[in-house]
């Protein structure tokens, strides 16, 4: 089993950034792929960027060059950076990692507003 907690979003002007972090904890984490996943008001949760156990990623078509998938197995941990922010990318954000079963976080807020 495992345990996801995000943290980072809040308010961004358009064409700001934000980093938001997911911490891992109850299972060998260098071992997971992750995923961060989106969901806005009305609309299917949708995914954002994966990143492999080894490191190699994948990034849905609406954020590819701006937003970053990372990760520190040392510390558990995986990131999204989020660069030119657009009022589209609104959404509470969601950490998930597959176990034999789906493991989601509680989400984050992310609001892109002028």
């Known amino acids: 089993q495992v345990q996801l907690v995000e943290s980072g979003g809040g308010l961004v002007q358009p064409g700001g950034s934000l980093r938001l972090t997911c911490a891992a904890s109850?299972?060998?984490?260098?071992?997971?792929?992750m995923g961060w996943y989106r969901q806005a008001p009305g609309k299917q949760r949708e995914m954002v960027a994966r990143i492999s156990s080894g490191g190699r990623t994948t990034y849905a078509a609406s954020v590819k060059g701006r937003f970053t998938i990372s990760r520190d197995n040392a510390k558990n941990t995986v990131y999204l950076q989020m660069n030119s922010l657009e009022p589209e990318d609104t959404a509470v954000y969601y950490c998930k990692t597959t176990i034999a079963n789906d493991y989601w976080g509680q989400g984050t807020q992310v609001t892109v507003s002028s």
């Open positions: 109850g299972s060998i984490f260098s071992n997971l792929a």
